[in-house]
């Protein structure tokens, strides 16, 4: 059980496009999601916090216009890194906390990752 | 503000010796301490987290760490090194159950035949 998938976990594309990563939280339900990214053997450092139903809160720093963080539903986050550059190249991970576990709830479950490389 | 500190970006050990990766924390409330492993180009993965029960928190594949206030330490142990404990190893903090992860800068564990 509580498992996070990424999608797509690699992306190549080209500087000045826009790109998705999708969070999803397959056998649970996540009312928080969070995005981090990583740079080459570096910690991961938290990019915004996904509420399920509301507008994303961004870390300081971090463009809300340039990553469009979207939580619609209670399974699933989209990223969306608008008008890419190469300095956008990164690590991108995802983690969620289920919901049902309420007061318990001190884990996050991580995706997968998504590498992405702009061109 | 929390923060947590890993002492020591590269740990080296030979198989079967012991593994030692050193965590300190900083917070002014009591707080949640995960440790985590990463392998290359992959997520997180949890390995054991203290959330103010017993000191000695046992984890998975062998390791253990534990909680010391008076030292604000959370370091990760292990009594015998394998191959494929070979990854890089991340502590975190967060102040409150649901509340967002701290980590540290990482520790990457080499080990040699």
């Known amino acids: 059980g509580a498992v996070v998938s990424q999608h797509p976990s690699w992306v190549i594309c080209k500087s000045g496009t826009s790109v998705k990563i999708e969070c999803r939280s397959l056998d649970f339900q996540a009312t928080t999601m969070f995005w981090y990214r990583q740079f080459p053997k570096q910690s991961l450092m938290l990019m915004a916090t996904s509420n399920e139903g509301s507008k994303a809160t961004y870390e300081q720093g971090v463009e809300k216009d340039k990553f469009l963080i979207n939580h619609a539903s209670l399974t699933l986050s989209t990223l969306t890194v608008t008008s890419a550059h190469p300095e956008d190249s990164s690590f991108y991970i995802c983690?969620?906390?289920?919901?049902?576990?309420?007061?318990?709830?001190?884990?996050?479950?991580f995706g997968q990752g998504t590498r992405l490389t702009v061109v | 503000a929390q923060s947590v500190t890993q002492l020591g970006s590269h740990v080296s050990v030979s198989e079967g010796a012991l593994v030692l990766l050193r965590c300190n924390y900083s917070s002014s409330v009591p707080p949640y301490l995960f440790w985590y492993v990463q392998y290359p180009n992959q997520g997180l993965q949890l390995l054991l987290k203290?959330?103010?029960?017993?000191?000695l928190v046992k984890g998975i594949n062998g390791f253990e760490a534990e909680f010391k206030k008076s030292e604000t330490s959370f370091h990760l142990t292990k009594p015998s090194a394998h191959m494929s404990d070979a990854a890089e190893y991340f502590c975190?903090?967060?102040?409150?159950?649901?509340?967002?992860?701290?980590f540290g800068q990482g520790t990457e564990l080499s080990v040699k035949p």
């Open positions: 203290y959330t103010s029960a017993a000191t």
């Open positions: 975190a903090v967060t102040r409150n159950q649901g509340g967002k992860l701290i």
């Open positions: 983690s969620a906390r289920d919901r049902d576990r309420g007061r318990m709830n001190t884990e996050a479950f």
